[in-house]
């Protein structure tokens, strides 16, 4: 041993006692039995395939690339949504509103006025809905001067007042694959079937008769006739009729367009 370890042979009792830990590191192993060494355990097959499974998922890149949320205005239009900046002070009307915001008067003038009353007295409910915070006066006065009173003795008015139910500036959200669309937007139903994507909109006028719902959209445009109004919001109005329809549970019966600067209904088929 002393040989193998290199140290001096002969009797010296000066030599210090090797531990026996030396001598067993020393000692070379008296077999090699492959049977003795750890066996890998055997992989387990559901478990393979699990990971195999999660390894090989890949992202659905054709839901990432879908807008979760669309306003009606937005998936009814074809072109591209475009930045709007103030109009010049010339595009003005004359109480100092562009067309957008003489739109966002008369319909918050007809969401909130009293319509008995406004049929009786109009310039009064104005100020009514002024005086009580619902207008301010750039607004107010931008409601007297349009033709809304032509609304109150119109067909429709009649109609309305013998409604069983009326809702005003209902809004809703619905998932665009329940709406089955079809025609123009035949190709936004395919893309978003099987999805959840969302449409989200605010129903100017709804009101229910016997044999079933009608929805009215008030349309300010100036310089559009009844083709070019139809023109610009036939699909938004159908939109809306097949979101009712689905919300309601019930038949939409007739469906139109009030122009306020035409002081008339413009049926639209749906």
């Known amino acids: 041993m002393r040989r193998i370890l290199q140290l001096p042979c002969g009797s010296d009792s000066s030599q210090p006692f090797l531990p026996a830990a030396v001598w067993e590191a020393a000692d070379p192993p008296a077999h090699n039995n492959a049977k003795d060494e750890p066996q890998e355990p055997a992989a387990d097959p ?27 205005s937005e998936i009814s239009k074809s072109e591209e949504n475009k ?28 969401q909130y006025a009293d319509f008995e009353a406004a049929a009786k007295d109009l310039p009064a409910e104005i100020e009514r809905c002024h005086t009580g915070g619902r207008l301010t ?12 009173a032509a609304f109150f003795t119109s067909p429709l008015y009649a109609r309305l007042k013998q409604a069983k139910r009326i809702w005003r500036e209902q809004k809703f959200m619905v998932r665009i694959a329940d709406l089955s669309l079809d ?21 100017d006028l709804v009101f229910e008769e016997e044999d079933g719902i009608v929805l009215v959209d008030y349309k300010t445009d100036s310089g ?8 610009a919001y036939t699909e938004q109005v159908r939109l809306y009729a097949k979101a009712l329809g ?22 639209v088929e749906v």
């Open 83 to 110: 930045v709007h900046l103030d109009r010049p002070r010339f595009e003005t009307d004359a109480n100092g509103l562009t067309g957008s915001e003489f739109g966002t008067a008369v319909h918050t003038f007809m």
């Open 46 to 72: 559901a478990l393979t395939a699990q990971l195999a499974a999660q390894c090989s998922w890949q992202y659905q890149s054709r839901l990432a690339e879908l807008t979760a949320k669309y306003g009606v």
């Open 183 to 203: 025609g123009p937007l035949a190709e936004i139903g395919a893309q978003y079937a099987g999805t959840d994507g969302m449409v989200t909109g605010i129903m």
């Open 137 to 148: 006066g750039r607004q107010a006065e931008a409601v007297r001067r349009s033709r809304i």
């Open 246 to 267: 689905l919300l309601m549970k019930k038949p939409v019966r007739d469906c139109c367009l009030y122009s306020v600067r035409h002081c008339k209904v413009i049926p």
């Open 224 to 231: 559009k006739d009844e083709a070019a109004l139809l023109e």
